[in-house]
């Protein structure tokens, strides 16, 4: 349990930087998720963390110790490696004692103590077996538990669950969740999978060409993005290019690469000049097609829905249907331009290629980035 | 179910696998053929030939009598032993110089070994090279190269007496510590050859894991490289054992004394006598198989997990 602060992180390879500025406090029994994509410095950010990768600058701090020039081994942080790296030549039962060994703690002692470490990710009759003939899952479950039984101030998780398969991967974040729930302890946990990220995270810190972009809880990274990255990278999306034509005092009109113009709200006097070029994000879900919500909304938002004043619509061709198994998506030809809506009851209401349907939109949902990518707020 | 059909699919198959599996067999034994010719020309029938000579009875003016049957030179070469004359004192030199050399051997072997794994590139490639290229040199040359080193007025000496740090020279060679060296030098690049091989497999990951839990650099080195690395020690210090026992060219070449080998020389070109010479290396060789066995059982437990305390 402890709370750790990284300040002005840096990390280079040579010429190339891989981790740049990151700043951080994470607290005190969170889990915190670093998301972005490969090659983005979380790994690295991480390793650091754990000490198996020294700093170029900055300063890592645990509680109030500076644990910036500490090597791994005198941290009490306790890293689950992607590829589980259990010692092979040990028994499961030796592996998770291994860490309690170097603590010094006689071999009855750190027996029991990894026994009940197995019991708790469910292992308990896999003591004596050899690691390399684990499934897995179960080599996921080892490594967890020898993480685990040397009492760390922080697990850290280099994306432990990216070698499993879906369902499994899936149980494995409740259970993961769960541990953590229990537990109370800090745990930092790198994916590259933004559902993963969702499912397990308290708050998440999105991480791109290593920069860490934001840190907040998941609801507020989804809905409110800094910028355009980020707002691409945690889920499907229409962008839509745009230039604002008029500005009044409490909405922006805008002219789109749809044909269409299109206002936008908002709730002080408008930051943007006429002019200005701006990319625009229509998430499916805000989508209605022909009057109906494409995914269930909660109940909030759609009294904002009806308000009429911010509404937008737009008409198209439907140009290809793709069944998604709980979803069906429409990519949608209008003017040229191409978006996707989706629905989500496969039954009802069904269009086919070549159907005209009607978009239609609240312009409180709508998200605008100016042409450098970073969140315009309107 | 057609279980009374007499074309039963399942026992076509058996017969068919049978066949497949025969002609297998027999193409393996095809392949191996020739190793096969090889080592019963090169070792097998002439092993036979060195255990007919032992038993056979010396002679006066012949190496030894044709036909003749005899335990004599067995009884002669293990009462000289348990006596602790001639035949033991060399005996316990040559092991105690094949022990010494394996020692020192496999220990630089593993640092060796260790330090081309972590590094890269140039590097790397320089430390692989510099393995090989004494075996480039033939082995004679690269022995005698020890004398100028190593003798009372060789280079060696020579700093060594100027840093002050001798104030005599000390005769390394002609002597047991330069055939020693001259012998470790044989050896060497064999050894780390079969540790770096096992070594190369071993994930990273692990000694990173090892240092995560709390190992020191070297107590994770203890703990998860030199378990692994297990069977390429056991390669290499089995090399460098029975070379070294029965090392021939660097004493011969860097000293006076006589080990093992230079002994059954002398017993077989000087002598003339066979029978003992073939004696006495079979006993060798009994010798030799009853310490490798117990080296492998040793080594073999340091394999899993252990208490340095």
């Known amino acids: 349990m402890s709370e750790i602060t990284l300040h002005d992180l840096e990390k280079q390879y040579g010429e190339t930087t891989a981790v740049e500025d990151v700043s951080v406090e994470i607290r005190d029994g969170e889990l915190l998720c670093l998301l972005g994509p490969s090659g983005s410095g979380k790994s690295t950010t991480l390793r650091m963390i754990a000490g198996l990768e020294?700093?170029?600058?900055?300063?890592?701090?645990?509680?109030?110790?500076?644990?910036?020039?500490?090597?791994?081994?005198?941290?009490?942080?306790?890293?689950?490696?992607?590829?589980?790296?259990?010692?092979?030549?040990?028994?499961?039962?030796?592996?998770?004692?291994?860490?309690?060994?170097?603590?010094?703690?006689?071999k009855d002692e750190r027996h029991t103590r990894a026994r009940s470490m197995l019991e708790r990710v469910q292992m308990g009759g896999y003591g004596d077996d050899d690691p390399t003939n684990l499934s897995g899952g179960q080599k996921q479950r080892v490594a967890l538990a020898r993480s685990l039984a040397v009492n760390p101030d922080v697990l850290l998780l280099d994306e432990p669950l990216s070698n499993l398969d879906k369902r499994l991967r899936e149980d494995m974040q409740i259970e993961l969740r769960e541990i953590h729930e229990d537990l109370e302890e800090t745990f930092v946990h790198v994916t590259h999978d933004q559902d993963e990220a969702f499912t397990l995270a308290?708050?998440?810190?999105?991480?791109?060409?290593?920069?860490?972009?934001?840190?907040?809880?998941?609801?507020?990274?989804?809905?409110?993005?800094?910028n355009r990255f980020i707002e691409a990278f945690l889920g499907d999306t229409n962008f839509v290019d745009a230039v604002v034509t008029r500005t009044s005092s409490d909405a922006v009109h805008v002219d789109t690469e749809l044909g269409t113009e299109l206002v936008l709200p908002t709730d002080a006097e408008p930051a943007v000049d006429e002019g200005t070029g701006l990319t625009l994000s229509l998430r499916p879900e805000?989508?209605?097609?022909?009057?109906?919500?494409?995914?269930?909304?909660?109940?909030?938002?759609?009294?904002?829905?009806?308000?009429?004043?911010?509404?937008?619509?737009?008409?198209?061709?439907?140009?290809?249907?793709?069944?998604?198994?709980?979803?069906?998506?429409?990519?949608v030809s209008i003017n040229g331009s191409?978006?996707?809506?989706?629905?989500?009851?496969?039954?009802?209401?069904a269009h086919a290629a070549g159907d005209d349907i009607r978009l239609e939109w609240d312009g409180e949902d709508v998200l605008a980035f100016s042409d450098d990518g970073t969140r315009v707020t309107l | 179910m057609t279980t009374t059909n007499t074309h039963d699919p399942s026992s076509l198959d058996r017969i068919r696998d049978a066949v497949v599996g025969q002609s297998n067999s027999r193409r393996a034994l095809l392949l191996m053929a020739p190793l096969i010719a090889f080592e019963l020309l090169v070792f097998v029938i002439p092993f036979f030939i060195l255990l007919r000579i032992s038993v056979a009875s010396g002679s006066a003016d012949l190496p030894y009598e044709p036909g003749t049957w005899s335990l004599d030179a067995y009884s002669s070469v293990i009462e000289n032993i348990l006596s602790f004359d001639l035949f033991w004192s060399i005996l316990v030199y040559s092991f105690v110089l094949g022990g010494a050399v394996t020692i020192v051997t496999v220990g630089i072997a593993l640092f060796y070994a260790y330090a081309i794994w972590r590094s890269n590139g140039l590097v790397k490639s320089l430390l692989l090279f510099s393995v090989i290229l004494p075996l480039?040199?033939?082995?004679?040359?690269?022995?005698?190269?020890?004398?100028?080193?190593?003798?009372?007025?060789?280079?060696?000496?020579?700093?060594?007496l100027s840093l002050n740090l001798l104030s005599e020279p000390i005769q390394f060679v002609p002597g047991t510590v330069g055939a020693g060296i001259g012998q470790l030098y044989i050896v060497l690049p064999y050894a780390v050859l079969a540790i770096y091989s096992v070594m190369a497999t071993i994930d990273w990951d692990i000694v990173e894991a090892a240092r995560?839990?709390?190992?020191?650099?070297?107590?994770?080195?203890?703990?998860?490289?030199?378990?692994?690395?297990?069977?390429?020690?056991?390669?290499?210090?089995?090399?460098?054992?029975?070379?070294?026992?029965?090392?021939?060219?660097?004493?011969?070449?860097?000293?006076?004394?006589?080990?093992?080998?230079?002994?059954?020389?002398?017993?077989?070109?000087?002598?003339?006598?066979?029978?003992?010479?073939?004696?006495?290396?079979?006993?060798?060789?009994?010798?030799?198989?009853?310490?490798?066995?117990?080296?492998f059982a040793i080594l073999n437990r340091f394999g899993g997990d252990f208490d340095l305390a």
Do not use: C
């Not at chain 2, 004398?147 to 060696?156: A, E, F, I, Q, Y």
């Open chain 1, 54 to 106: 020294t700093p170029t600058s900055g300063t890592i701090s645990i509680e109030a110790d500076d644990v910036t020039d500490q090597p791994a081994y005198e941290r009490n942080t306790s890293t689950v490696f992607q590829d589980w790296a259990l010692f092979p030549h040990k028994s499961v039962l030796e592996n998770v004692a291994f860490g309690l060994k170097m603590r010094g703690m006689s």
């Open chain 1, 202 to 226: 308290d708050r998440i810190g999105i991480m791109n060409e290593g920069e860490l972009v934001q840190v907040g809880d998941p609801d507020e990274v989804y809905e409110n993005p800094k």
């Open chain 1, 286 to 331: 805000i989508l209605s097609i022909d009057g109906e919500t494409g995914r269930h909304e909660p109940a909030g938002k759609q009294a904002v829905a009806t308000d009429g004043s911010a509404h937008n619509a737009v008409t198209g061709t439907v140009e290809n249907v793709i069944y998604r198994g709980s979803t069906v998506r429409y990519s």
């Open chain 1, 338 to 349: 191409s978006m996707f809506a989706e629905r989500t009851d496969a039954s009802t209401g």
């Open chain 2, 136 to 160: 480039l040199t033939t082995l004679v040359i690269r022995t005698y190269a020890f004398t100028p080193l190593l003798s009372p007025t060789g280079t060696v000496n020579d700093i060594l």
């Open chain 2, 212 to 295: 995560d839990l709390g190992a020191s650099r070297p107590r994770s080195v203890v703990e998860v490289v030199v378990p692994q690395v297990m069977p390429g020690v056991i390669v290499a210090t089995v090399i460098s054992f029975a070379w070294s026992v029965g090392s021939y060219a660097a004493p011969g070449l860097l000293s006076d004394n006589y080990t093992f080998a230079i002994y059954i020389e002398r017993l077989l070109l000087t002598d003339q006598r066979y029978p003992t010479a073939a004696a006495f290396s079979v006993i060798m060789l009994v010798l030799m198989l009853i310490s490798t066995g117990a080296l």
